[in-house]
């Protein structure tokens, strides 16, 4: 597998998971409201054993909206408000639900609310009032609010902002990779402006040698070297000619640097053995090329 196309893959496996993560982000709000829903049932159950009530029907349990959840009764019910607290505060424990709440038992016939209270994490400072005073029977209404995102709510959006990450993580992959993929264009004229050494192309605006798919990079110097040479292949051209040239009208001229330059283009020059850059002992250098 070329690296190509292992980079595709690791794209596709990236994305698979942050698909599989938007799923279960979902199913973690849907198994919340579905245990919220249970819990309450259970708050119902107890309530109406509390009234000796082992017959009548608990309504099904009604999602208001994203934090608010009802409790209904079949027939008519007494509620005793410290009973109700430690039906509600046991069910939520069992069920790993928030302890940041506002209960509100309202009347069905006018909506008013008959009793209420706030249960916070922090049980100094929950408002529960009236808790010795009983309701009288009747029909009501039992409305919990969460007041606090709970944890999964939180661990929810955090999950939302970091596949937010992922997803732009993702597209600047999959736009460099784009990049990587995509050929670069090359004008015409600098496809068509080089010149021939040996079984290279070199093209001096581009400070490249190319050999069939190998790409040799050249410095500026080696550049300008190996240009003086193929305007003269095969001849021999002096030394002073070659410093003069490439050194001298630029800048202080250091003795080796000269032969250092001419040994660097003789390893990028190695590939093709019909090249050769012979020193002439005491006069220059000759590009010979077969």
Request: aromatic share 12%; net charge positive; with cysteine.
């Amino acid at each position: 597998m070329n690296n190509d196309t292992s980079y595709f893959y690791k794209i596709l496996i990236v994305i698979g998971f942050l698909l599989s993560f938007v799923s279960c982000t979902k199913e973690s709000k849907e198994d919340t409201s579905a245990l919220v829903k249970v819990a309450l049932r259970d708050v119902g159950h107890h309530l109406l054993l509390s009234n000796q009530d082992t017959i009548s029907v608990i309504k099904p349990v009604v999602a208001l909206d994203s934090f608010e959840y009802q409790l209904s009764f079949e027939e008519q019910v007494t509620i005793q408000p410290d009973s109700l607290v430690t039906f509600i505060k046991n069910s939520f424990l069992k069920a790993n639900l928030p302890q940041n709440y506002l209960v509100e038992v309202i009347q069905c016939k006018d909506r008013a609310v008959a009793y209420s209270y706030q249960m916070k994490h922090n049980i100094e400072k929950s408002i529960i009032p009236c808790g010795g005073r009983q309701l009288k029977t009747g029909c009501y209404h039992v409305n919990v609010r969460f007041t606090k995102k709970n944890d999964k709510k939180s661990n929810s959006d955090f999950c939302i902002w970091l596949l937010y990450g992922f997803f732009f993580g993702v597209f600047g992959v999959v736009v460099l990779f784009y990049f990587k993929l995509k050929p670069k264009v090359v004008p015409v004229d600098d496809v068509e402006n080089y010149t021939a050494i040996g079984q290279y192309k070199f093209y001096p605006e581009q400070n490249k040698l190319i050999r069939d798919t190998l790409t040799v990079n050249l410095s500026k110097k080696e550049c300008e070297l190996l240009l003086l040479f193929t305007s003269q292949p095969n001849e021999i051209i002096k030394r002073e000619e070659l410093t003069k040239k490439v050194w001298e009208d630029h800048g202080v001229f250091v003795g080796r640097s000269l032969d250092t330059y001419i040994s660097k283009l003789r390893i990028k020059l190695k590939e093709d053995t019909s090249i050769k850059l012979i020193n002439i002992h005491g006069v220059g250098y000759k590009l010979e090329i077969d």
